[in-house]
């Protein structure tokens, strides 16, 4: 049966931890189904991925004071003054956002055992994220052009550094959502889909709001 | 392959009410940031004065955190998950406003 709604319960969808979702508050764990799982129940998988997520912070941290301590460091004539395009790097951040709300619904869909639309979302998130990618593609050479190098000064190398860092990130997450719908397609996944989508989605939605960050301190609060 | 939508089934309905927000306030959770977005971007071309850099930094914490609460589901989630990444994002700003402070970032 392809792309058919379904208005009574399968079999396969049937809950299949009653008793752990009764006494379950927080309980989102039963996407863990096929995983391995700690003594308190929950998934290791999500366990691990909440964990690197929380060293990112350190990794990000590390990069934005960088930046905040250098952004003064630079020529009079190549300075965020100058080179900015608060626009087109609004339209980015719109992009990025869009595609965290792609994201969420792919992760939703999942949740759903509704796998056509899960590999939807999944793809235009990645098709987004591209986006994003060439757009500051195009902002790097643009300021190649203009003459301002990665050692160009302080301000450029930790300001390349920086959003070159999100940039690798943001690449790596699209490699990740195009190896998930691969996977889905194949049907290679084993356990729970949904697990698996949902991590991909905490490591996307967490790109996104490393962005939230330096669109804000970066790009809109002048030195 | 079997490509299956079981959007309507009664289960589902319960599983979305128990687990966190339905498709729908995802999209109305879009449309909050995307506003906050464009505040954000109209609050640097205009002149508020001494407010322009709280404003900004706390349009941002309000996006950071409903993505992470709403988006990411840390709200609805076993505590657990969001000690892991608040330990990580707590030592994060304290270590570099340390840092910051350190090489004099707030006095001027």
Not at chain 2, 27 to 40: C, D, G, N, P, R
Not at chain 2, 65 to 71: A, H
Request: aromatic content about 14%.
């Amino acid at each position: 049966m392809s792309d058919s709604v379904i208005t009574e319960p399968a079999p396969d969808v049937v809950d299949e931890h009653p008793a752990q979702h009764a006494g379950d508050d927080h309980g989102h764990d039963d996407h863990a189904h096929g995983g391995h799982h700690s003594s308190l129940g929950l998934s290791n998988n999500k366990l691990a991925m909440w964990l690197f997520l929380g060293s990112e912070c350190l990794l990000f941290g590390g990069l934005i004071s960088t930046y905040m301590l250098y952004r003064n460091r630079h020529s009079a004539e190549l300075g965020p003054d100058q080179l900015w395009d608060i626009p087109f790097t609004s339209a980015s951040s719109f992009v990025l956002l869009t595609s965290s709300l792609t994201m969420v619904l792919a992760v939703s869909a999942a949740n759903r055992k509704d796998l056509r639309n899960t590999k939807i979302f999944l793809g235009v998130t990645a098709l987004l994220g591209g986006l994003f990618v060439a757009g500051q593609i195009y902002e790097f050479t643009t300021f190649y052009r203009e003459g301002l190098g990665f050692t160009t000064s302080l301000f450029s190398s930790s300001f390349f550094t920086l959003t070159g860092f999100h940039g690798v990130h943001v690449s790596i997450g699209i490699i990740m959502l195009v190896a998930t719908i691969g996977m889905i397609q194949k049907e290679k996944i084993s356990g729970d889909k949904a697990e698996a989508v949902e991590m991909v989605g905490l490591y996307w939605h967490f790109v996104d709001i490393v962005w939230i960050i330096i669109f804000t301190l970066v790009y809109l609060i002048p030195a | 392959m079997t490509d299956t939508l079981e959007t309507t089934t009664a289960h589902d309905d319960k599983h979305d009410n128990h687990h966190g927000p339905t498709d729908k306030q995802f999209i109305a959770i879009f449309f909050f940031l995307a506003a906050i977005t464009a505040v954000e971007v109209l609050v640097s071309y205009v002149d508020i004065g001494p407010a322009f850099l709280p404003v900004l930094l706390g349009l941002m914490i309000v996006k950071f955190f409903t993505v992470v609460w709403y988006f990411m589901h840390i709200k609805f989630d076993h505590q657990l998950f969001g000690r892991l990444f608040y330990i990580g994002l707590g030592l994060a700003v304290a270590v570099y406003v340390a840092m910051l402070s350190t090489f004099q970032f707030f006095a001027g």
